[in-house]
Nanobody, 115 residues
Framework: QVQLVESGGGLVQAEGSLRLSCSAS????????MAWYRQAPGKQRVLVATITRRGTTNYADSVKGRFTISRDNPKNTVYLQMNSLKPEDTAVYYC?????????WGQGTQVTVSS
């Protein structure tokens, strides 16, 4: 099985920055798409950003221009650079990876943005 370990969450002031990391380990065969989701209190989990193996990215309108997703394929790691953070970005952030059609999820990391 594939295990995902997330890190980088924490408390930050509005307009500040954080970088989230998610590293995959275990029985990895071929990681395809990687993505970040988030879930705010009392709300459903929503897609934040995706990135393909070749580096094509896509972003939710709410984070476009502020967040950047990237990946390091030799390290099996995906990153989410978050700039100009807003209180509405407060949520638990989850990474997700596709390994030969099987999808895996991390346990989530808390991001709290104070006003």
């Amino acid at each position: 099985q594939v295990q995902l370990v997330e890190s980088g969450g924490g408390l930050v002031q509005a307009e500040g920055s954080l970088r989230l990391s998610c590293s995959a380990s275990g029985s990895i065969f071929n990681l395809n798409a990687m993505a970040w989701y988030r879930q705010a209190p009392g709300k459903q989990r929503v897609l934040v950003a995706t990135i393909t193996r070749r580096g094509t990215t896509n972003y939710a309108d709410s984070v476009k221009g502020r967040f950047t997703i990237s990946r390091d394929n030799p390290k099996n790691t995906v990153y989410l650079q978050m700039n100009s953070l807003k209180p509405e970005d407060t949520a638990v952030y989850y990474c997700s990876v596709d390994d030969r059609g099987v999808y895996y999820w991390g346990q989530g990391t808390q991001v709290t943005v104070s006003s």
